[in-house]
Structure formats: C-alpha cells, structure tokens
C-alpha cells in the first residue's frame, strides 16, 4: 500500500474539490438541514459523522440531487452552483454515490449492475474501469451471471462499490458501507476503501469509529442538521469524552466492536 | 368437449386482449409510479384512428392488405398521442406522482366526451376482414379465426416487449428503473428519456388492442376504452405492478376463469370472480405489488 | 419505485397545493391554506368561522323565494321548478362531494369505491319502498344500518393494505357492486333502467314537478349535515388522528401507532354520509340509476374534490357543486342558439360537458393545486417555491 495521505496531528487544509455553503432541506414539514457549511479536500478522506438521524444521509442525497434543497454547492472545474442541476447531470460531472442500503439492483445480474454505470464513464471521456473492478473485486467476476438480490449484503456492498468505481469518479459519496456487516467484512470493505481513497476524494458516512479512525482524515460532525464541529480525525477520537458528546452512544458502541474486530491490517 | 374448446379459446382471446392493454399499464406504473387512466383513450385512438383510416386513408381499408395499413395508421396514432401526453402533460408534473395521476383521470373524461362529440355514442361498424369472420376447426371444434388474431398479436407483443427488455440497454435502463428509479440517477442516467419510449410503447399496444378488439366486437364506441381498462387494471395489479410476464399470466387467468365462469354460472358471475380474485390476491400478498419486470 | 404505501399517503397533501397542508383546525373559508395567516387573522377567523357558512346557509334556503331572472345562468327564473331541479342535485352533489373528501382531502385515502356506498343508500332505499313495502322513515333507518355495516366489512378488509393497492381493493369491490346491480339478479336491481322511486310511499311534498323546491331544501339540509359533522369531527381527536394519518403515515407506523382504527373511522363516516347522499339523490331525481354505482361515479367524485380543492370543506363543496351544475347547463347550453351557430371545432367540444369539465380539471392540477378554494385562500400569500418533497419515494 503506498503512502496514502495518513492522518497528521496538523496539517493545512488542502485545495477544496467540493464546497458547500448554506445547504437547507425540506422534507415533508420538517426542516432536515438548516445551513451546512461543507468543504471536501482534494485528495483526502472527509468523514461526515454524527448521531442517527441528524441529516448525514440527507446531506449526500441533497448533495446529488436526490432530495429538493437550496444553498450553494460548487464542485471544482464547474462553472457556477450545481445546485439547480438534475441527479444524472451532477454524477456525471464525476460524482460517484454509495448509497446506505447500497441498492444494487435486486433482480438484475451483477453484470448488468455494472453495465448501468458505464455510461459515467463516457461522459467524463474515459472507458469504464473494469481492471480496477476485477483487481478490487475478483469474486464479482465469477458471479457476474447471479441475480444480485441473492448475494450476500457484503458482496452486495462490493457490486455498490465496484458499480460506482466504473466510472472513475473524481469524488466519491459513500454512505455507512459498513453498516451490519460482519467483523471480518468491515475489515474487507475498509481496505477497499482505503485502495480507493488512493486515488479519489471520498466523502464517507460511518459510525464505525474504528473505521473513522484508519480512513478518515478530516471530520464534520452534524447535529439536528447543523455542523457542530470540524477539524481533524485523530485529534477529535483522541478526545474520548469530546467523541462521546458528539457521537453519542456511537462511541460506546464501537468500543464494543473495536474489541470483537479484528483490527484492519493497514498502516497507520 | 368443443364447447369448452370455443370457451378456451374465447378465454384466451379475451386475456390476450387484456393483456394488450395492462402490459402497457403495468410498465409505466412500474417505471414512473403513473397509474393511467389515460390508456384507455390510447385504445379509443387504436380503434377510431382504423376505423378512419380504412375509410379515407389512401390505400387503406376494410380487407386484404388495407386492414393492415389501417391497423398501422391506428397503432401509430395511439403511440404517438402516448408520446405527446407523456411529454406535454405528464413530463411537466415529473415526480408529482398525485397530479400526475389526476391529470390521466381528466384526460379520460375528456377523450371520451370529445370522441363522443365527435361521432356519437352509438356503436359505429368496425372494418372486419372477411378472414376473421371465418372459423378454425380445432379438435373438432369451430373456433372463430379472430380469436386467434388476438393471441397472436398479444403473442407476438409480449415477445417483443420481453426483447426489449432484456436484450436492449433501453430495456436495461428500464428493468433497473422499475426497481429503483433514484438510484439509476444517481448513477448518471436520465430515465426521463426513457418515459416517453415506455408511453408510447404501452400506447401502441393499448392502441392495438383497441382496433383488434372493435375487430372482435365488430364495432367501437367511446366507452369501449374505459371498460376495458377496469379489468386490465385488475390485471395489472394480479400480475405484478411493473411486470410484464406477470401480466402476460394474470391476463390468461382472468380472461379464462371470467368466460368460464360466465358460461357454467350464469352471467355476471365471471365478473365477480375476478374481482373477488384481485381482492383475495391483494389480501394474500399486497407486497406482491412490488416491481420485477421480466 | 414508489411504494404504494407512501404515494395515497402525500395523495391529499399534494393536491392541496405544495407546503400548505392545512392543519384541521383553521378557520373556514379554506382550511387547505391556514398555515402562514398571521395570530390576529387566524383568531379573526376562528372566531367568525361560523358566520359566513351561517349566511350562505340562510341565503340558499331564501332562494326558492326569490324570483330573478339570470339569462344564461338559468334557463328559467330562478325559482322555477327547473332551476330548483338543478341546484337540488347540484347541493346533492356538494354534500357527496364533501362525504367523499373525509376519506380523499382528510384523511389520505384514495378509494374508488365510494359509488359502492352512494349506491347502497340509493338502492336499499329504493327496494325497501319498493319490495318491503316499508314507509319512507324505515326505509332511511335501514339505508343507515346498510350505509354502517358495508363500509365497516369493506374497510376492515380494504384497510389491510394501503396506498395503490387500497384503491385497488375498493375499485373491486365497487366493480362487484355494480356488476350486480346490471346484472338485475331476480329482476330486483332493474339493471340498465334503474329503479324508479315508488311515489305513494313517499310524502308528496317531496314528488311532483311543482314540489321541486322541497326537494331543494330536503339537498340543502344534508349538505349542512355533512358540513356540520365534517367540521365537528375534524376538530374533534378523530380528525387529528386523520389528519396525522395523511401527513405522515409512515411515522406513525414507526413509532408504532396504529392508523388502522382513524382510518376506519374516517372510512366509515365518509361511507355514511355517501350512503345518506344516495338516499337524497334517490328523493331528488326520481329514482335509483345505475350510474351510481359505476366507476366513473367515484372518479367524477374524485374529479370534483379535486377541482374545488381537497381537504377544504368549501373546497369539496363548490367542486361538487360546481361539477353539477356546469354538467347540466352545458347540456342545456349546447342546444342553444349561442352554441349551434358556432363553427364545428368549437361546438362539437362545447356540447360535452365532460369535455369542458375534463379540460378545466386538467388546468386546475397545472394551475391551481389546492383547487378553487386553495386558489382564493392562498392569494396574498407568496406562493412556496420549494419543489415538492418527492425525493424519497425511492426508497
Ligand atoms: N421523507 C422524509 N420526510 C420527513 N422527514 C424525513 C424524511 N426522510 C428523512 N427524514 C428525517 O430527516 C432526518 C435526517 O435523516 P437522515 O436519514 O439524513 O439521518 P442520518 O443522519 O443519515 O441517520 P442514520 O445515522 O440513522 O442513517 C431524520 O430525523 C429523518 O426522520
Ligand atoms: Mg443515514
């Protein structure tokens, strides 16, 4: 593994791919998010963290155009706010999204979820990566011809990542991969991740704070659709009891699952 | 034995006809969450745009070739009021699945009343080739030809209809968007483009069904469409929303069990099985409405 | 896909126009943009809430008095016994109308079966005269029992499932009834001709050509009823609970409530209504007809909700009006004069009402969501931008 960017004690922010400023979202009568302010370092690993429900998901699917919203979001290299912008418009200017429940299509072959994304890739005048795909993912390969609704939810996790990866995007939106797999699969999609992040800018929802800590090298935290705190990971996780106030019972819980985990074999 | 044969056989033109109609249905509710009243108009436009042109349409009529130039001209007319509906009065309310919804319900009152201005209410003779009047002795029995021409033409709709589907990147776009419509944008595609191609697919065969039907009724009036559309809704929601093989099985099921039972009950009775049977099969399963498509 | 679940859900929501959801208690006229009204307005309209319904009640009941002339309006004056006909039905319609959008406008429920029970409370009526040989009172007492026990059998089944597949459930239903009725089983139904109602059991104030203005006062008495329990029930903890059910069924299901019971009762109130509504309609027009239990009966209903403005008791009420009236008097219309002298692209569409109707509809889903009452009450107010919250129904 080469030298990823790892997490220093202080660094200066780099050059922001993605910025967003006074993001609000509607739903129904609630107010989800009320005034986000978000920068996504070129190159690095953003962590998005917060307690359940306080708009993490909201923000990636606003961010897309998944979900109505208002404010400003300007991604590098795009003229003006993409926030007016339709969903396939602002992925095909090489956003990439991970969604939560990963929904892959259920009654589609594994092939053909992979065929869906090809298009991205032309539109941002590359041919879909397979290489990459195969190197990351060999055992999608061999199941390509299987229904992907009866894959396990790890392998569904790898067809969402290996779908997504396709299109080289420039910036990748990843939502909780992590969520109710396995020990051992936290660790095989944490690796994954960490070859990805390599080569793309990511920002990652995760409550896996083992997770966090091995990938993520800036932090947001959200509360009931505001920004409570910015700054670095390992200076936030250092703070056990500043994690446990922003995080919740996140913290006490991972506690419990860094302990049954078996530590990602990554530098650090 | 040749009774029962004719039954069949009447059973399956009927389900054939049903299953012309719901395909279309059951895809564009699958694909765009639109459940439209407005298809029964595609079938009206079917049936009076052959009536018209057998009579005006050069080298159109009511026999021979000209049947099918007719046809044709009927088919076409369908798939493209379907294509302008869907882009002028359904495209703007994209995602306002209720207004959308509302929008077909005012249209099919509409298109009724202004077919009905236009001429009549009575039943108008309808161009039958004089083939189709002719029987086909099956095991014995005498099974009138049109019956086959409507499983024929149902036949040869769902094949191209399951090609489509599988074997087009179109296709692809839609099985995955009858699924999950938001994640196929979040994966870069507009499936706007392919709601119109959905339209007026599901009108050219609704458009179908209504100028082989009048063929079968040997008339067309205004209501046929609405009628007609009530059953194949059932059959819509039976089969699957979204699922054209489940359709394809749903229409052959009601088509027969509502001849059969009209015939050894009394009549009525075949209507109320199946409506009965839509009540007992959403009650079974109501998560049997989720979309497959193939 | 959108899951059937949540789409009849925002059904109501939607059409009263995007954000402006009303909350049940607001004031009159139209409740369906209550919201953004300032303290002092609100308080104002709380307050004299009751009146304007008060004088336009009393107005209408003074109106078979009044002897006007309004050419084009009416084709008589206005309290000939023609005019009385029409505005008869037409308040007929307002209160079936309203009956309809407890489920619809209040609640959230899409139902196409409503013709099933305007049709029982026609139909029970009319065979009870007819074949029971009872009087008028007994035959409404058994209308009622009819009009309680169908729509609870019905609903408990229906209500098993939501959204599309509800409507669908209730589509069937209604579709068995009218099936039946066509089908005319022992001669009972008179299948396509309708049962005519039986005269000598009914009081003669309410038969006769002369007598049509109690027949208007008899429309006009159950339309205040519907209104007055609609406004009592939608105040009352049923129609929060409806009201909640139609915002935000989904949570409601999380948090473990059950909606089963509100929407049972909204189902089987709006069914009674609807059953008495065939019982008017039965006393207005003369006899039982067909078209009441069809399909298109319900989405006429639905067509008229929709039109005034759902969730909204005027709303309901000036659609359903609204809807009959111009349905009629275009049909008079179209063989006046005016409209045969027009060149043929225009009269052939203006001599179907449905047509006219149809059109106006789709205008009013383009143009004004939330109806002619949301239309009137949102005025002043800006209108919200936000696009609608439909991101979700992926999921
Ligand atoms: N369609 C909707 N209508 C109304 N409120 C909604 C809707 N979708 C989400 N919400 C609310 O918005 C808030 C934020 O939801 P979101 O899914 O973004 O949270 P999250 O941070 O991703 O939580 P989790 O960690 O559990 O995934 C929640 O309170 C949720 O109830
Ligand atoms: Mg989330």
Redesign the interface.
Known sequence: MTGAPRPATSRAPGEPLLTVRDLHVHLGRSHVLQGVDLDVEKGAVTGLLGRNGVGKTTTLKALLGLVPRTGTIRLQGVDGSIEKRPTPWVVRQGVGYVPEDREVFAGLTVEENLRLAEPMARATGVEPDYDQVHQLFGELYERRKQKAGTLSGGQQQMVALARVLLGRPRLLLVDEPTKGLSPRLVTEVAQVLERVAERTTVLLVEQNLSVVRHLVQRVVVLDAGRVVHRGEAAELLADADRTRELLGVGARRDAKADAGTARPEVTS | MSTLLLLLATGLGLGALYFLVASGLSLI???M?V?N?AHGAFLSAGAYGTWWASQHLPGAGPDGAGFWLAVTFGVAVGAVLAALVELL?IR??Y?????QV??T??????????L???WGSDPIPFPRPSWTAGTVRVAGAAIPADRFLLIAAALAVLGGLLALLRYTRVG??I?????????????????RRTFTLVFAVGGAAAALAGALGSVYLGSVTPQQG?SLL?FA??VV?IGG??SVTGSAAAAVVVGLVQQLANYYAA??VG??SV??L??FV??AR?QG?????? | MSTPQDLTERFANRVRGRGSAGDGTGGEPGTGGGVSTSGSRASWRRRLGWVVPVVVLLVLAWLPYVNVSVPGLFSGVSNSPGTMQLLALSLTFGGIALSYDVLFGRTGLLSFGHALFVAAGSYTTALALGQLRVGLPVAVLLAVAVGVVLPLVVGAVALRVSGIAFAMVTLAFAQAGSILVLRNPGGATGGEEGLPLLRERVPDLLTGVVNAPYRYWLALAYLALCWVVVAWLVRSRAGHAWAAVRENAERLAVLGVSTYRAKLLAFVVGSLLGTLGGVVHLLVVGGATPFVTTTEFTLALLVMVVLGGAGSRWGAVIGGVLYTYLDNRLLQLASSDVVAGLPPVLRVPASEPLFVLGTLFVLVVFFAPGGLAGRVARRGRGRRTAPAVEGEDET
């Open positions: 509710y699958g694909l969450g459940l009243f009065l703007p309310l995602r306002r699945h209720i207004e509302l929008v319900v005012g249209l099919s009152l509409a298109a009724v009343a202004l009905q201005g236009i692809l776009v099985r995955a968007g009858v699924e999950n419509r938001s994640m196929v944008e979040a994966l870069g595609i507009d499936v609405t009530i809704f059932i929601v929303l979204g009549s009525g209507d109320l409506v009965l839509l009540a959403l009650l109501p409405l989720s979309g497959r498509t193939a």
